[in-house]
């Protein structure tokens, strides 16, 4: 059976698992996993790729990601071929480093977030390269670190997930700490490394009580997520395959015009995109909304990506400020 395309609109969530060829190493020193890392960290602030969550393994790695406007596989493609010409040059060998195709899931953000978070970061301690929770507090070649505080990645959209645990950074860092600790007896999680109607709906029993009560859930094995979320993507990707190049086009020109404000206004693109309640940056961030979503007709969905806020934030915002243009 040929291999289905990826979904690739710009702006989706993706779980990204890649794996060495024959199971094999991915990176044998530490001069290898900072290579590996600052490369991943690198391409994506050049190709406006988001990263949530990652863990470099020996023979595979695991990434949270929301891909920029040029997609996924632009990034995908300079990160896995630059850093196998590199391996490969320091290490005095030849051929394939990785498996030919890396494995895409795109997930349901509502549902699956926190869990994909909690899923990646554990998998050093899973995998006993560190032995405690303290451990990999402090660990470099995983994201967890970063979240806690203790690492430093400018790369890393650390405040988009910390915002999700608690409205200020020490209560984020704690309710999200916590998250992680309950969930170390879970052990192997199978149903957040693959999309599919089984996975998506928590397993067979699930399933098959669906079936009697007469529903039917459309799947797709490469999402992860309800039979509504994988209809509509579908819809979305088949139209974007049609509509490509007016939606890259519409995708970059609203990152023209989110670089021109921050620069006006001189406040970064990260602190927009932080989720900051400062009166400035809410005020910037509601301007933007605003004109993007009334002027240029972009969808909640995607102004909430370009702004780092959900979509009901979005709409709370343009109700707020047409509610107070009428007064």
């Known amino acids: 059976m040929p291999r289905q395309a990826r979904l690739d609109a710009p702006g989706t969530l993706?779980?990204?698992?890649?794996?060495?060829?024959?199971?094999?190493?991915?990176?044998?020193c530490d001069k290898d996993r900072q290579d590996f890392v600052a490369r991943m960290g690198a391409i994506a602030l050049e190709t406006e790729t988001s990263i949530y969550a990652w863990a470099l393994m020996n023979n595979h790695a695991h990434i949270l990601l929301r891909s920029g406007s040029s997609g996924l596989s632009r990034y995908m493609r300079r990160l896995l071929s630059g850093y196998a010409i590199s391996y490969n040059r320091r290490h005095r060998r030849h051929g394939h480093l990785f498996q030919n195709r890396y494995k895409s899931i795109v997930c349901?953000?509502?549902?699956?977030?926190?869990?994909?978070?909690?899923?990646?970061?554990?998998?050093p301690l899973?995998?006993?390269?560190?032995?405690?929770?303290?451990?990999?507090?402090?660990?470099?070649?995983?994201g967890h670190s970063v979240l806690m505080g203790r690492v430093k990645n400018d790369w890393q959209n650390r405040y988009y997930v910390l915002k999700l645990f608690g409205p200020k950074e020490g209560e984020a860092k704690r309710a999200y700490r916590w998250f992680v600790k309950m969930g170390i007896d879970q052990g192997h999680r199978s149903d957040l490394i693959g999309g599919g109607l089984i996975r998506s709906q928590g397993g067979w029993s699930a399933v098959n009580a669906l079936r009697r009560l007469g529903v039917r859930e459309k799947s797709d094995e490469r999402i992860l997520g309800s039979g509504e979320?994988?209809?509509?993507?579908?819809?979305?990707?088949?139209?974007?395959?049609k509509e490509q190049f007016s939606v890259h086009k519409r995708w970059q020109r609203t990152v023209s015009y989110i670089n021109k404000i921050c620069k006006k206004e001189n406040i970064s693109i990260e602190a927009l995109k932080s989720g900051s309640r400062r009166q400035k940056v809410s005020a910037i961030r509601s301007q933007v909304a605003k004109k993007i979503v009334e002027e240029w007709g972009v969808s909640l969905t995607e102004a909430g990506r370009?702004?780092?806020?959900?979509?009901?934030?979005?709409?709370?915002?343009l109700y707020r400020l047409n509610s107070h243009k009428s007064n």
């Open 14 to 28: 993706h779980h990204i698992i890649i794996r060495g060829i024959e199971k094999k190493k991915i990176v044998s």
């Open 108 to 123: 349901e953000e509502d549902s699956y977030f926190k869990e994909l978070v909690r899923y990646i970061h554990l998998n």
């Open 126 to 142: 899973r995998a006993k390269i560190v032995d405690n929770l303290t451990k990999l507090d402090h660990y470099r070649y995983c």
């Open 229 to 241: 979320f994988v209809e509509q993507l579908i819809q979305q990707s088949d139209l974007a395959r």
């Open 306 to 317: 370009h702004l780092g806020v959900s979509p009901s934030a979005i709409a709370k915002t």
